[in-house]
């Protein structure tokens, strides 16, 4: 109980304003031993929400083998791969995710979004997009992922009509921010040089 003890110390630390002690003592989590999954899967939820996702990362990564058939050791480790910002862990984690549980559309979602964001395997991508844009026509996160995947496969018209039908005032921070990569991105691809500009600045 070590590596909980700690977190819940950091925790106390948080609250009381000294997060420079509170980071010492989440930096010490990984180095304990743990060997319940379902306890490190917990700390890595409450250790991503608290900002602390290298420690989470470094908690999970040595349990890969106690986690591998395990939906949930992957899923944790995708949300830890998008705290982390850390392309190449997303893609491998929502690999590993999808394979296990391949009807849960939250996981295909993730799945879709490491394409997207590792560009990797373009054509995968569009038809992972597409399908969950079937499924979820009204979901402006999943109409934004469509976007960036026709961009990826250069499908530069289709992406500017999907994109001019959403508005950015009804967006969320974050998906402001793929929204105006993706409008940046299509401008570019059709030579709109100065629009583009406008829309990268934001």
Request: aromatic share 8%; charged share 20%; with cysteine.
């Amino acid at each position: 109980l070590s590596a909980y003890s700690y977190y819940l110390e950091g925790r106390v630390e948080l609250v009381q304003n000294r997060p420079g002690v509170a980071a010492q003592l989440f930096s010490r989590i990984p180095s304990c031993r743990l060997d319940n999954l379902d306890l490190a899967l917990t700390l890595t939820r409450g250790l991503c929400e608290l900002g602390q996702a290298e420690a989470a990362r470094a908690l999970l990564l040595p349990l890969e083998s106690t986690g591998r058939n395990h939906p949930g050791y992957w899923e944790a480790l995708v949300t830890v791969a998008f705290a982390a910002k850390d392309p190449e862990l997303l893609l491998r984690a929502a690999t590993e995710a999808v394979a296990l549980s391949p009807t849960s559309w939250p996981v295909r979602n993730n799945y879709a979004v490491a394409l997207v964001i590792a560009r990797q395997r373009p054509a995968e991508a569009i038809e992972e997009t597409f399908a969950l844009t079937l499924q979820f026509p009204q979901n402006r996160t999943i109409a934004i992922n469509h976007a960036l995947a026709l961009l990826q496969n250069l499908r530069y018209a289709e992406a500017d009509r999907l994109l001019a039908g959403l508005e950015a005032s009804t967006l969320t921070e974050s998906e402001c921010a793929f929204y105006y990569l993706a409008c940046g991105e299509t401008l570019v691809g059709q030579r709109r040089f100065e629009l583009a500009r406008r829309f990268l600045d934001e």
